[in-house]
């Protein structure tokens, strides 16, 4: 079965400093993969997705990830931090074969003014 | 287009007492979800419905039942409600259900269950 692990469940950066959140899956096969983002009391929504095309991702509000089949991991970065990117952040993983995601533990994003 | 809704947004019950939790989307997807947010763990899929008329268990089943009323809305129930079941409870749609496809989630339902 597919699993994701998002190291740091906690990460500070400084605004207008580097974003890098971590995501590592385990797969035998190129999967498809996900990172979501959920501001405070809301739902999660799309940041994001690899789909087998190109291996750089871009998303929304500046933020991109880089597929590395050779590393297993789907890192999102962002150049320069904004205080509205506080939030939490979640890799995902489709399970294949089946209609199912596999979620990590979720990265809380602290941008410090 | 509202998109995902769901009702209620909070909740607080009693052990033993049951709920149903509603969730209606309105883009014409086939495939419906449920999970459960629970801190330091993520979203872990509960149930989930392909396409109408069908429905499968997900990751943490117990304890819960879902109803694909029509294309547009998916339900799920908690008969008899414990401590444990006290979570954010976030329903998701997706066109087809491939894994490929983005997931559009609801606002959540804050579950205390006492």
């Known amino acids: 079965a597919q699993s994701v692990t998002q190291l740091g469940s906690h990460v500070s950066v400084s605004e207008g400093a580097l974003v890098l959140l971590r995501c590592n899956y385990s797969?035998?096969?190129?999967?498809?993969l996900f990172w979501y983002v959920q501001y405070p009391n809301q739902g999660l929504q799309l940041l994001l997705k690899?789909?087998?095309?190109?291996?750089l991702v871009k998303g929304i509000n500046g933020f991109e990830a880089e597929f590395k089949k050779s590393e297993t991991s789907f890192h999102l970065t962002k150049p320069s931090a904004h205080m509205s990117d506080a939030a939490e952040y979640f890799c995902?993983?489709?399970?294949?074969?089946?209609?199912?995601?596999?979620f990590g533990t979720g990265t809380r994003l602290k941008v410090l003014a | 287009n509202a998109g995902v809704t769901q009702t209620p947004k909070f909740q607080v019950l009693k052990t033993g007492q049951s709920m149903t939790l509603q969730c209606a989307q309105d883009?014409?997807?086939?495939?419906m979800y449920w999970y459960r947010q629970d801190p330091g763990m993520g979203l872990r899929l509960i149930y989930y419905?392909?396409?109408?008329?069908?429905?499968d268990k997900g990751e943490v089943p117990n304890g819960y039942n879902v109803s694909r009323l029509n294309k547009r809305e998916f339900s799920l129930r908690l008969e008899s409600a414990a401590p444990s079941q006290t979570s954010v409870y976030f329903c998701?749609?997706?066109?087809?259900?491939?894994?490929?496809?983005?997931?559009?989630f609801g606002p959540g339902t804050r579950l205390l269950v006492l």
């Open positions: 998701a749609s997706s066109v087809a259900g491939q894994t490929r496809e983005t997931q559009y």
């Open positions: 797969s035998s096969v190129p999967p498809y």
């Open positions: 690899y789909t087998s095309a190109a291996t």
């Open positions: 995902a993983v489709s399970d294949s074969g089946t209609y199912k995601y596999i």
């Open positions: 883009m014409n997807h086939n495939s």
């Open positions: 419905s392909a396409s109408e008329g069908t429905t």
